[in-house]
């Protein structure tokens, strides 16, 4: 019996032991244990037995996790060494089909210029047929997972009658023999660049796992697909940018004076310089005063030599007209009744980046006009690259700001360190704002948002809304900012919702949807151009915040219509009374007090009002009445 005991209390306490530390324990031991007891002690401990067996299942499936996490990350650092597309294509389909174990594994990419899908890489197929295949994005798994942006898959395609079928796509799939297909999206900011499948030869339900699993993959996959997109589109283009160079430095060649600014140029572009340096070089060698400037010819990114500035300034809408008869012509030109004053716009990427403005004593001869406009393109490849520059910190402000929104970010301290580079402090805490701008790009607002507001916040689009985050003393006073510098922007009214200052990265994604509902409120009620703290929103948020447009006003026509109508008809203003007294807890007295009226005025505008709403006193309805009053005095 003592035995016995021993081996029950062994284990037990070698399950907590496993309970505890789990892959670390010994499931030896705890077998071993249980193999001591006598079968009514067996019996005995039946629970712990079962604890056993679950502990081992358990296990079993983290440790098939663990080997399915291995792979990816292997499959992670595989892709990130291969920069040909193709390449990467076709490393996706047979990893895809060596962690699903399936027949084949194939890729359909979208066509933006059909505005379809095609096979683009395959592995284990035989049929020329089914990889010649096209898919319209209404047909097929292939159409419901690019709409839906979700995995699908069906056991029995042929004859599966969820989806939209094509005899071209069904023969192909035929001439396969492929039975059960699974698809998931390939993803890139939202967008579905293309669908990863694998396929098997007969019929296959696929578990939630691999489903996963293969989402995982695909996941990975977008991310190496994209970045071979962009280290070839990069290699072009520094490939035309050299070819630009080469063809400078050949023109340059044929004349001592160009070369000599094309080489100092060059040199200074080698070593990191910027505007300010292009622009002390060519007024230096050109005898002049030079100015870079903006698009508009009226932001100044450079400037060098007496009165540069001021000459650009004082040229007004004609440094404008050069600006585009140089793009148009390709070349430098004269600025019209200004002797000696040349613009020649910087082009970059086919779009005009800026100009440069050269004004010099004397008129330029035709190797000195080469020379501003060789100097045009030096401007133009800082700006090209600057915009390069702007644009990727702007994405990348958009992921800081949908991972904070969303509660996306797997490090917290990590968000908040990103946001505090961009001049967001959750220790002086954030004012989280909610945004309507008509016209606004998201763009647009974070430049405004790094570049004009004090302090600096971050700005983004998050499904469909434009968000704002910035730190400061006041909340208000930081939305009304908002505000203004985006209506400087917008023919049309601007709105602001904001939350009260969050502390933590953790805080937003509650804050943001608490700001966003507050703010469909605010426009449901046709209260466009200002701004509102959302805690004054709270109730009406959450009833209303999530509804379609419309659904407030036909509340508020539903509850208390008629009694809007009769104070709009005879001119009273029954409506304000009854708010009253129901703000007051229904007390006569100091309703009537409130309103500076007689208790006897008031009983009788009670009766009144309950002729035109016969039911307002009902229990039933009484909490509606009182908050589309509510709602209706916001509209006013």
Not at 190 to 207: H, K, P, W
Request: some cysteine.
């Amino acid at each position: 019996m003592s035995v016995e005991l021993d081996a029950s209390r062994s284990l037990r306490s070698l399950l907590a032991r496993l309970e505890e530390q789990g892959a670390q324990a010994d499931f030896a031991d705890v077998q071993a244990a249980a193999s001591t007891l006598d079968p009514a002690e067996a019996a005995a401990r039946e629970e712990d037995l079962i604890r056993l067996r679950r502990l081992r299942d358990r296990l079993a499936r983290l440790e098939q996790r663990e080997r399915e996490l291995s792979a990816l990350y292997d499959t992670a650092r595989d892709f990130t060494g291969l920069r040909d597309v193709e390449h990467v294509l076709q490393a996706i389909v047979r990893r895809a089909r060596q962690l699903m174990r399936t027949d084949i594994a194939y890729l359909s990419a979208y066509d933006a210029e059909r505005d379809d899908f095609y096979v683009r890489a395959t592995v284990g197929t035989i049929s020329e047929s089914f990889q010649r295949i096209r898919v319209a994005k209404e047909t097929g798994i292939c159409g419901h997972v690019a709409r839906e942006k979700c995995p699908y898959f069906s056991s029995d395609y042929l004859h599966d009658g969820r989806f939209l079928h094509n005899s071209g796509i069904d023969a192909g799939v035929g001439e396969e023999e492929v039975v059960s297909i699974l698809g998931v999206p390939l993803l890139v900011e939202e967008q579905v660049i293309g669908v990863l499948f694998v396929a098997d030869r007969y019929q296959r339900a696929y578990a939630t796992p691999q489903i996963a699993l293969l989402s995982s993959l695909a996941a990975h996959a977008a991310v190496a697909i994209e970045s071979a997109r962009l280290f070839e589109a990069n290699e072009i283009a520094l490939a035309r940018e050299r070819e630009t160079n080469a063809r400078l430095q050949r023109q340059t060649a044929e004349i001592e004076a160009a070369a000599s600014v094309h080489d100092q140029l060059a040199a200074l572009i080698a070593r990191g310089g910027d505007l300010q340096d292009l622009a002390d070089v060519v007024a230096r060698e050109m005898a002049g005063s030079v100015v870079v400037f903006a698009p508009d010819a009226r932001t100044v990114h450079a400037a060098a030599g007496a009165g540069a500035r001021d000459r650009l300034e004082s040229l007004g809408d004609r440094a404008r007209a050069a600006l585009e008869e140089s793009h148009a012509g390709g070349r430098a030109v004269a600025v019209d009744g200004e002797a000696g004053v040349h613009v020649a716009a910087a082009v970059g990427g086919g779009v005009v980046q800026g100009g440069i403005l050269l004004a010099t004593d004397e008129p330029l001869s035709a190797t000195r006009v080469r020379t501003l406009e060789r100097s045009a393109v030096i401007a133009a490849l800082v700006l090209l690259s600057q915009e390069r520059v702007r644009a990727a910190e702007q994405r990348a402000i958009g992921d800081l700001v949908t991972a904070l929104v969303r509660g996306q970010g797997a490090d917290p301290a990590g968000l908040a360190s990103d946001a505090a580079r961009r001049g967001v402090d959750f220790g002086a805490g954030a004012t989280v704002m909610a945004v309507d701008a008509p016209g606004l790009s998201a763009p647009v607002a974070t430049d405004i948002v790094r570049n004009v507001l004090t302090p600096k916040g971050i700005a983004g689009e998050v499904d469909g809304r434009l968000v704002v985050l910035a730190s400061g003393p006041s909340p208000r006073d930081l939305a009304g900012e908002v505000r203004r510098l985006f209506a400087a922007r917008c023919a049309e009214p601007v709105t602001v919702a904001y939350a009260s200052a969050v502390t933590a990265p953790d805080a937003v994604p509650a804050a943001a949807d608490a700001a966003r509902r507050s703010l469909s409120v605010l426009l449901q009620l046709g209260r466009r151009g200002g701004v509102e703290d959302a805690d004054g929103l709270g109730p009406y948020a959450l009833l209303f915040g999530d509804r379609e447009r419309g659904a407030l006003g036909a509340y508020v026509r539903q509850s208390v219509q008629p009694l809007l109508d009769h104070d709009r008809d005879r001119g009273t203003d029954l409506a304000a009374t009854l708010l009253t007294y129901l703000d007051l807890g229904r007390d006569v007295r100091a309703a009537s007090e409130t309103l500076h009226v007689h208790p006897n005025t008031l009983r009788q505008r009670l009766r009144t009002i309950g002729r035109v709403l016969p039911r307002w006193d009902d229990p039933a309805h009484r909490l509606d009445v009182h908050l589309a009053l509510r709602l209706a005095a916001l509209t006013r």
